[in-house]
């Protein structure tokens, strides 16, 4: 079965520290490129950061830029998104997603406008407050 699943959400104080894990199962994260997501209630869906293994390239959304890094580990087949300095704004619905390498044109499109190709998982919970 082909499916992302999430694990790492939860409750943290404002300028504290998460690490969101993302396994995938039923295909090999090798050949495809990688993202976080997030939605927040009554927002779209926004891409936080996105990273291609054929370059190197990652995008990093301006509000998360220096705060969020994105990360693979293709041995476990996982992705992660390490979260700092967290504010009350992060407070959303994470999720991961992958796309085959051969369907992405750039990352930064991958996360802002061609969500069309995407393999998502089913999201984990993020609330940052006192």
């Known amino acids: 079965q082909v499916q992302l699943v999430e694990s790492g959400g939860g409750l943290v104080q404002p300028g504290g520290s998460l690490r969101l894990s993302c396994t995938a199962s039923?295909?090999?994260?090798?050949?495809?490129?990688i993202g976080w997501f997030r939605q927040a209630p009554g927002k779209e869906r926004e891409g936080v950061s996105c990273s291609s293994n054929v370059d190197g390239s990652t995008y990093d959304a301006d509000s998360v830029k220096g705060r969020f890094t994105i990360s693979r580990d293709n041995a476990k087949n996982r992705i992660y998104l390490q979260m700092n300095s967290l504010k009350p704004e992060d407070t959303a619905v994470y999720y991961c997603?992958?796309?085959?390498?051969?369907?992405?044109?750039?990352?930064?499109?991958?996360?802002?406008?061609?969500?069309?190709?995407?393999?998502w998982g089913q999201g984990t919970q993020v609330t940052v407050s006192s």
């Open positions: 997603a992958a796309v085959p390498l051969w369907r992405v044109t750039t990352v930064q499109a991958m996360c802002v406008s061609d969500y069309d190709n995407h393999r």
């Open positions: 039923g295909f090999t994260l090798n050949y495809y490129a």
